[in-house]
């Protein structure tokens, strides 16, 4: 219904308005479909703890349980991109955290994935040691941002389109200590090459 307005009548002794009793009606029944909105229940009606779903509320008196109420699961989400963080397992910052360092560029996900990629062209490595019928050289990479443990890693490297790797070794969580770079055709190459780096692993 729409709100009952009192009539107050002429002032100052209210002349001509609503009697004591009309007037009170009109206060109960406004009262009645406010609480009746609200979700209020029982005789005397008792307004709830928490406003429901069916009233437009969450059902909830905290955050975690209005999420739970809204069906938004349990991680309290402030922004799609920013700084992830995490609370007991629990995302509580952003969705995704992307930057870069000297060392490579990393993209964070607040379910505690992380990938980190670095390209370098023009890198000069010394193709002198022996290994099976070819040779070999090494290069270390410092990830952008360290891992929790010891993450996944590719690397591919490229001269001439004669160059094949091996699987890297060596790997830590924070670097990727070795890895070989195999020249099938042997002896000694001083040139240089394109590299490419990923390592796919957990940030928590």
Request: charged share 10%.
């Amino acid at each position: 219904m729409s709100k009952q307005t009192i009539q107050l009548g002429t002032a100052p002794t209210g002349a001509g308005g609503d009697t004591p009793r009309s007037a009170f009606t009109k206060t109960q029944s406004n009262f009645d479909e406010l609480y009746a909105a609200l979700g209020a229940s029982g005789n005397p009606m008792a307004l709830p703890a928490t406003l429901p779903l069916a009233q437009g509320g969450t059902g909830g008196t905290t955050q975690a349980t209005a999420r739970a109420g809204l069906g938004l699961g349990s991680a309290a989400v402030a922004a799609i991109v920013g700084t992830v963080s995490q609370s007991g397992g629990i995302p509580t910052g952003a969705i995704i955290e992307s930057g870069s360092t000297a060392n490579g560029q990393y993209t964070k996900l607040a379910d505690g994935t992380m990938f980190c990629w670095l390209l370098i062209t023009g890198l000069s490595i010394a193709m002198n040691s022996g290994y099976g019928g070819g040779i070999v050289g090494t290069q270390n990479w410092a990830y952008p941002v360290g891992f929790a443990s010891t993450p996944v890693v590719f690397m591919g490297a490229r001269a001439a389109g004669k160059f094949t790797t091996t699987s890297p070794a060596d790997a830590t969580s924070a670097t990727l200590g070795s890895f070989l770079v195999f020249d099938p055709a042997g002896g000694v190459y001083t040139g240089s090459f394109n590299c490419f780096f990923f390592a796919s692993g957990r940030w928590k």
